[in-house]
């Protein structure tokens, strides 16, 4: 019979040569269609991702910054720093070292802004750790009691992203690192089990060059430990002697930015997972220090802010921040060394722009924080009646009189005064944020109840009499209150200074300080 090919088609029998050719071109047009699917699917990846703003909000810095109020800033998210272990119990949460976090929801009535910023729209990070205290994966060495503690904080801020920040002996410390890695993993599979998202953003100090060994070694564990991460947020700041002669703050954090990713790249591939390029850059964040740097002579400028913003929006970066969001203003002429910094202003002359806009021009994404269910149906009621017995404060009296930082409830949300007030109320949609003599705080939150009233008892100090002739620094009683007064006075009633009064010679005690008065008189 033949070979029945070869007879139809006279000739054309393939040779050896030819074969391997044709095999050739097939196996490299495969490779082409495989090579343009990954770059189609690393694309669609990377798309999916909301490039986002969020800048650092020093927490326990005072004056205290207002992240809740829709007029400060650019953006309305805020990653919230730091938390930290106590220093009396090391797998006990805490604010800067400062405060716990009931401390916080009193002194700082950190809980009610909170709800506020998520009331509005806006969405919270909380970062673990920093550079000056323990982080909880350091102190804290019970890996169930690690975890109860990183619990903790997601539940009482109902946060879906947090951020730890690893520097000097926090990102040091091997144990500590395998340790955290291991605990994060569980707790973020716990989070999902639950129908819940932990995203995980671990920052880092960075060089020029790139992460420490001690950084890679950081992101490495976690990786091992199947964390999913949400990305690596690198400090392009205090680059000190590693930034060579010559080169700007913004061509510092250009290299140091190209450098992660290739190195980001490596370690993902040591993990045994390969993402694209654009996917890796949606997992990089960039976090300049405005301003005046820690380090003498490191100036990061506005226009590094706008050229640093140009780059991330070209590369896709994921994250922009900046520390911090306390600073983000022009120092006062009283602040005479701008070179020293200033926890409370850049050192640069603003002319009255802002850090905030200039690095989240175009990132409009968020880190996808969820409103809490009982915020949400806070906000959902348009106008509620208010409960004494669930009102953390007296709740408004249009004939009651209120003097300046009195706190009081109405319509579901908690008000304080700016000064001296009566008759005029909280919620008034006539007045502008300059007439109205309340600042709006937050809602009134589940669980709340009323503050007790603290009162001086009798015979703490003596009751004022208009007979007395008084020094400055003698205390008095006043109406349950204690003042005390600024200079030589007789037969002034402290009244005007419960009502705000300036030129009053008497200053009245805050509840805090006559707390703080009353636990050193119990000898506590």
Known sequence: MGDPVSKRFPGRRLSAFRLSVVVLVLALLGAGAAYGFGRFDDARTASAANAWFSGYVDVTATPYYAFESPETGHSHNAVLSFVVASPQHPCEPSWGAAYSLDEAAGTMDLDRRVARLVQTGGTVTVSFGGQLNSELGTACTDPDQLKAAYRKVLDRYKVTTIDVDLESRNLEDAAATVRRAAVLASLQQEQQAAGKELNIWLTLPVAPTGLTSAGTDAVAQLLSAKVQLAGVNIMTMDYGQARPEGQSMLQASVAAAEATHGQLDALYRQAGTSLGSLSLWRKIGLTPMIGQN??????????????????????????????????DTTCSSNYVNVTVVSDSCSGVDQQRTTYASALAAGLDGNPEQQVPPAVAETTATAQVTDDPATS??????????????????????????????????????VLQDA?????????????????????????????????VAYQKGDRVLFGGQVFEAKWWSRSDSPEAARQGSAGSPWDMFSNEDLEKLLTQHNGG
């Open 294 to 327: 820690d380090v003498a002579g490191e100036v990061f400028t506005l226009e590094d802010a706008a050229g640093l913003n140009a780059y991330a929006r070209d590369k896709g970066v994921g994250r922009m921040s900046m520390w911090s969001m306390n600073r």
């Open 392 to 429: 953390p404060y007296p709740i408004w009296n249009e004939t009651a009189s209120y003097a300046a930082k009195d706190r009081i409830v109405w319509h579901g949300n908690v008000y304080a005064a700016k000064w001296w007030t009566r008759g005029d109320l909280p919620d008034n949609p």
């Open 435 to 467: 007439q109205t003599p309340w600042t709006l705080i937050g809602p009134v939150l589940p669980g709340d109840r009323p503050s007790p009233v603290v009162t001086a008892p009798a015979g703490l100090y003596p009751e004022w009499s208009p007979d």
